[in-house]
């Protein structure tokens, strides 16, 4: 099983990026994007079901970033914008059952760089 994260880079602030997350070995019914900047703990960003029925966010993202996923590719999307440098972290995505900030994913990406420059 792998899940394979793309799409970081650098931008300037109020600027835009779309990361992306192939899965590949099985199927999940949720698939979700974390963060973790540098000195701080990984933190929740978004995850969705395999349906696209239930969705969450993080309140510091709500609004600004929408997550998606693509069935037929085995792929999740993280359609970011209005980008800020505190939204500059290393992006992994994850594979489990619940669609939860508190809910454990069993399966985890290599992780991608997004930089905000102010």
């Known amino acids: 099983v792998q899940l394979q994260a793309s799409g970081g880079g650098l931008v300037q602030a109020g600027g835009s990026l779309r990361l992306s997350c192939a899965a590949s070995?099985?199927?999940?019914?949720?698939m979700g994007w974390f963060r973790q900047a540098p000195g701080d703990e990984r933190q929740f960003v978004a995850a969705i079901n395999r349906s696209g029925s239930t969705i969450a966010y993080a309140d510091s993202v709500e609004g600004r970033f929408t997550i998606a996923r693509d069935n037929a590719k085995n792929t999740v999307y993280l359609q970011m914008n209005s980008l800020q440098p505190e939204d500059t972290a290393v992006y992994y995505c994850?594979?489990?059952?619940?669609?939860?900030?508190?809910?454990?994913?069993?399966?985890w990406g290599q992780g991608t760089l997004v930089t905000v420059s102010s």
């Open positions: 070995g099985r199927t999940f019914n949720a």
């Open positions: 994850a594979g489990g059952l619940v669609v939860s900030p508190r809910a454990t994913y069993d399966y």
